[in-house]
């Protein structure tokens, strides 16, 4: 009952490993049995063999040893000695691609050189054996059949490890390329991150200095200006609170480049930042107001916040410098998943002569905004004025621009330095593949050689 279960085991194996195969390699293997059958039978009409039932028994074995050569290549080397010792010399023909193929698949090399001893040793006992049956085997055909052994088992088993072995370096190869290519990408994101971190210095180092004397002179001149020349103290406190406020942009913008997360980048993009804007925009001469469409606080990504804070600071900044006098409606939608802001402003009272704009903080606006997954909208309306209009997904599922993934690029790639018997040079991956295909040269002859004689015979 052991035999018969163990075969059961064996038989569901194989079942599984067949659903479990690629569709393309089980059709190849397919395809490539039917081809041996097929060669292996199909000149029995021109030259009759001796034996027809064995010669057709052994063709029918030798497709069957094709696709078991993958799951069972020691065995599949091991039966290859029937076809050596018996007398289909078309079969025989397939011997060393088996042997070839499946020397390949095992390991370690010690084990595949003791299967290939074992196969040799039986096919020269086999063939003495098949000799003995008609009477006492001769020297020059016991000469021959270990010739034979030696062709189709020895020198394309040797073929085949040497290509077994250089399959594991091109595999080094591949994950070394891997972990350079981490290595090269971490060093490019290293050097920005670096980079950012100098421009940031300076410009921390020469606008913070800047505006910070800005701010201070806005002070004195807003305090001596209440004191002299009180018609102008707003004009001064203005100046004063436009100064405070770049200092604060300028914070947040060097929190960004050295990838620190502002505090107040979670309160920007809320009603009250939006009616923060409006009130300076008001305050600046600008005819403001703001239209909130909202159920709740605005739950979204601190992205799309800071992205709807940036375009209605660029849609108000705008509409100050070319259409100051102009109403200016700024409206806010959540619409749950997305969320849509839009600022417009009518025709200028005084009509002005276009131009004095580069167009680059809608530049900056459309990459902010396509990189969070959004659209923008901006231009002239057919009645006068302009629109700039964002719709932005609430939750982006775009990653940051800066990050970086800590996930290896391979499994396992740098995850330990070679051996020395690992180490990958060209002698050695060019020179075993060659090695291996000179090898063969005298297994391609001796197979020519037998179907010649299969033929005349």
């Known amino acids: 009952m052991r035999p018969w279960r163990r075969m059961r085991r064996e038989a569901t194996a194989i079942q599984d490993a067949v659903h479990v195969a690629p569709r393309r390699t089980v059709v190849a293997e397919s395809v490539l049995a039917g081809l041996v059958l097929l060669c292996t039978l199909a000149p029995f009409p021109l030259v009759p063999p001796t034996h027809p039932v064995t010669a057709a ?36 023909v397939v011997v060393p691609c088996v042997v070839w193929s499946a020397t390949r698949r095992i390991a370690p090399a010690r084990r595949a050189w003791r299967v290939i001893g074992a196969s040799a040793a039986g096919s020269v006992l086999a063939s003495i054996a098949a000799q003995s049956l008609s009477g006492l085997p001769k020297m020059p055909y016991l000469a021959a059949g270990a010739g034979i052994s030696t062709l189709f088992i020895v020198l394309p088993a040797l073929s085949g490890l040497m290509l077994g072995r250089r399959r594991p370096l091109t595999g080094l190869l ?4 891997a972990y350079l290519e981490q290595a090269r990408f971490l060093t490019d994101a290293a050097a920005r991150m670096e980079e950012r971190a100098r421009i940031a210095a300076e410009m921390h180092d020469l606008l913070g200095h800047r505006i910070g004397l800005i701010s201070m002179h806005a002070g004195a001149l807003q305090l001596a200006a209440e004191r002299q020349a009180p018609p102008l103290a707003a004009r001064a406190e203005l100046l004063h609170t436009t100064a405070g406020t770049a200092m604060e942009e300028l914070r947040g913008i060097l929190g960004v480049l050295r990838h620190q997360s502002d505090k107040e980048t979670a309160e920007r993009g809320t009603r009250e ?42 849609g108000l900044a705008n509409a100050l410098k070319h259409a100051p006098g102009a109403p200016v409606r700024v409206t806010f939608h959540d619409e749950g998943d997305t969320v849509v802001v839009t600022v417009v402003n009518d025709a200028p ?12 903080g809608l530049v900056g606006l459309q990459e902010r905004i396509t990189l969070l997954g959004g659209a923008l909208n901006a231009g002239p309306r057919p009645e006068g ?16 621009v800066y990050a970086t993934s800590s996930e290896p690029v391979s499994d396992g790639a740098g995850s ?39 033929v005349l015979h």
């Open 174 to 177: 591949r994950e070394r390329n």
């Open 57 to 92: 028994l052994l063709g029918v074995w030798a497709a069957l040893l094709v696709p078991a050569r993958r799951m069972y290549p020691a065995l599949a080397v091991l039966g290859c000695v029937p076809l050596i010792a018996g007398n289909n010399m078309w079969a025989t």
């Open 349 to 360: 009272p005084v009509v002005r002569s276009p131009g004095g704009g580069n167009r680059s």
């Open 273 to 314: 930042d939006l009616s923060a804007l409006v009130a300076d925009s008001r305050s600046a001469g600008a005819d403001a107001e703001l239209h909130w469409h909202a159920t709740g606080p605005a739950d979204a990504d601190a992205r799309t916040r800071q992205a709807v804070h940036r375009v209605t600071r660029e």
């Open 385 to 400: 004025g302009f629109v700039l209009s964002a719709r932005i997904p609430a939750r982006p599922d775009v990653p940051p």
């Open 416 to 454: 330990r330095p070679p051996l020395s018997t690992e180490v990958l040079t060209w002698p050695r991956l060019l020179g075993g593949g060659c090695a291996a295909m000179l090898v063969l040269l005298p297994t391609v002859g001796g197979t020519l050689a037998l179907l010649i004689m299969a």
